[in-house]
């Protein structure tokens, strides 16, 4: 018997010790993991990182970083929310509604570009968005693309009452358009290039017409960032310098949109369509720009109330209020005792000043 | 005494039922405990209240946006499907399955391709099912009829086989036809078999229509837990996981309760 009750002990400790080995505790330290997916927005981190411009930045910093790429865009931003990466490529939306809302604190060091129609409502037999009505939708639910939805549907008077949505995966989005049943769409790219060449497909609605509201992210816990500076600043200058080579017309510039292209599944050609679909901050300055400005208070408090409204800051949040954003110059949106998302232009800045 | 013959009282044998079930709450609680206390709004291992809380908003409080209860709503869409694509299943295995075990020539016709279809792996099917049948529910039914319905086949006609042959000639010499043998000597011996093989595959039926739910769906306990999952939502996922592990149990104690009742003659050795 005592030997069962110890073996049960044992069992216990073993297991308790599993679970304690979770959450990552931040501290001065030297190696980071940073997360990220295929999005056209993103793609320089892999080739920053098959080029040695991370291995860079990272000796001059003296510490090491390590980038990963996910195939699963949720599951890198999870991976994140759960501890075991520093830094992670997200949108604005997710980075509120997954890992602010589960409370880590997060902030925005490098604002990437935006999604100027990149994302796109698709309807099939039907010319304007007002067709969409009393239609299926196939979207992945609370994704930017059912926030596009909503900002698509209230600029023609209509809501979310009007249609119907149903879930589908994103690497299904371009068979299940050719499916019969399908006839009203909301995906992004490189799927959407691929759709609206079907025959039948109109795009109604894309990114383009709500400019600067979905925005491509370089997130980082807040807490590594503040006990490691150097971190932040690496991070930036991995990206303006590959940046400054992709978005380069010479030939240096071209393999690299060639070489992204093919790391995303298409060629360079095919990658420079979605380019065009996406602005870009190639130059710091540029993003500096756009963090600072008045917009991004209002995108952000269009996106916490889609969020709110689907239930999506907490079961019990009373209001949009619940978590608090601050913008840059220290201005915060929401719950000023509760800040979990912070726009910050500290890193961009530096990297316009020249001051890596 | 050797560990061989050493045998549990009847109270410890409860106790020990019950152990792995108590280790596993309590290293969850320990878990969720610590990485409450570093940040109170963690989602990966809510505290208990968080749970309870979360079981009864999805159970028993109607959601906003669409007045249904959405732990019932998805439960019904799921076990309907579930059970459409189980009832195709053992219909067809009951068929064909019988056809191979008992002719010659239909053996020789089905045996091969239905051994050879049931090693198609079904999920790496989903994407061509979704074009052809659409991404309503018939694709989602099939999946499961896919992914089950080889496998009932293979092993009712297996057991059918297995019959000794003396029983068959025994048959014939009373002057018995094909049908009345397949009627009377083998479809006895072998629903029993199909029962318990069906209670086999009620966990690769329900992969199958997770799987398919994740895909496309407005409804359904796969479609819940991978909505929720871009939320990293487990107050939603942990009960959704424990409900749908209690459903599978409740199937798999029906459908043995059912054959002990319908053929009693099929637990002769195991009456205790």
Redesign the interface.
């Given at each position: 018997m005592t030997m069962c009750r110890r073996t049960a002990l044992a069992t216990l400790t073993a297991l308790a010790v599993l679970a304690v080995a979770g959450p990552g505790l931040a501290e001065p330290k030297k190696d980071f993991k940073v997360a990220w997916s295929i999005y056209v927005g993103w793609m320089p981190w892999g080739y920053a990182a098959d080029t040695g411009i991370v291995k860079k930045w990272a000796d001059k910093y003296g510490i090491t970083i390590e980038v990963t790429q996910f195939n699963d865009y949720v599951e890198s931003i999870n991976q994140y929310t759960a501890g075991a990466y520093d830094a992670v490529t997200v949108t604005n939306m997710d980075a509120l509604s997954i890992p602010s809302a589960g409370g880590v604190d997060t902030t925005a060091v490098i604002v990437g570009d935006f999604s100027a129609g990149n994302d796109a409502v698709i309807l099939k037999d039907g010319a304007t968005l007002a067709d969409i009505k009393g239609r299926n939708v196939n979207l992945v639910e609370f994704s930017v693309s059912h926030y596009l939805l909503a900002r698509a549907l209230d600029s023609v008077g209509m809501s979310e009452q009007d249609v119907k949505v149903v879930n589908t995966a994103d690497p299904d989005m371009v068979g299940a358009f050719q499916t019969p049943d399908v006839t009203a769409m909301v995906t992004w790219n490189p799927m959407v290039s691929e759709i609206v060449k079907l025959p039948g497909a109109t795009k109604v609605f894309d990114s383009s017409q709500i400019p600067g509201e979905i925005i491509d992210l370089m997130v980082a816990n807040t807490q590594v960032l503040a006990d490691n500076p150097d971190f932040g600043k690496a991070l930036a200058g991995i990206w303006y310098d590959t940046v400054t080579v992709m978005a380069s017309d010479t030939p240096e510039g071209a393999a690299a949109r060639a070489a992204m292209g093919a790391a995303s599944g298409t060629d360079q050609a095919g990658f420079e369509d979605q380019l065009a679909a996406t602005k870009l901050f190639a130059k710091p300055a540029d993003a500096v720009g756009f963090v600072t400005s008045p917009d991004l208070s209002k995108t952000m408090d269009h996106v916490r109330g889609f969020l709110f409204d689907k239930g999506l800051l907490g079961s019990g949040a009373p209001s949009a209020d619940v978590i608090g954003i601050e913008l840059p110059g220290g201005a915060v949106l929401g719950d000023t005792g509760n800040v979990k998302l912070r726009f910050s232009d500290t890193y961009m800045k530096l990297a316009a000043d020249g001051a890596l | 005494m050797r560990w061989i013959n050493r045998r549990p009282s009847r109270g410890a044998t409860l106790v020990l039922h019950c152990?792995p079930f108590a280790?596993?709450i309590?290293?969850?609680l320990?878990?969720?405990a610590?990485?409450l206390e570093?940040?109170?709004?963690?989602?990966?291992?809510p505290s208990l209240a968080t749970l309870a809380?979360?079981v009864n908003?999805m159970a028993f409080q109607p959601d906003?946006r669409t007045g249904d209860y959405l732990l019932w709503s998805d439960t019904a869409a799921s076990l309907w499907r579930l059970f459409a694509g189980l009832g195709i299943s053992t219909a067809l295995a009951l068929v064909i399955g019988l056809l191979i075990g008992l002719l010659p020539v239909m053996r020789a016709t089905l045996a091969p391709f239905i051994a050879f279809v049931s090693m198609v792996p079904p999920l790496a099917l989903l994407?061509i099912l979704?074009?052809v049948m659409?991404?309503?529910e018939a694709s989602k039914i099939a999946l499961i009829v896919i992914g089950v319905a080889p496998i009932l086949i293979r092993d009712l006609s297996l057991s059918a086989q297995a019959l000794p042959r003396e029983q068959i000639v025994k048959a014939e010499t009373l002057s018995a036809s094909t049908w009345l043998i397949g009627l009377r000597v083998v479809l006895p011996q072998v629903l029993p078999r199909l029962l318990t093989s069906l209670r086999l595959q009620l966990g690769p039926a329900f992969l199958f229509l997770i799987a398919a739910e994740?895909?496309?769906?407005?409804s359904g306990l796969g479609?819940r837990i991978?909505?929720v999952?871009?939320?990293?939502s487990m107050d939603v996922i942990f009960p959704y996981v424990a409900w749908i592990t209690l459903l599978a149990v409740i199937g798999d104690r029906l459908i043995d309760l059912a054959r002990r009742r319908v053929f009693p003659w099929s637990e002769l050795e195991g009456a205790r």
């Open positions: - | 152990l280790l596993l309590v290293a969850y320990i878990g969720s610590i990485r570093a940040n109170p709004n963690d989602k990966l291992l809380d979360t908003r906003p994407p979704f074009i659409g991404l309503g994740a895909i496309s769906a407005d479609y991978f909505l999952r871009r939320y990293l």
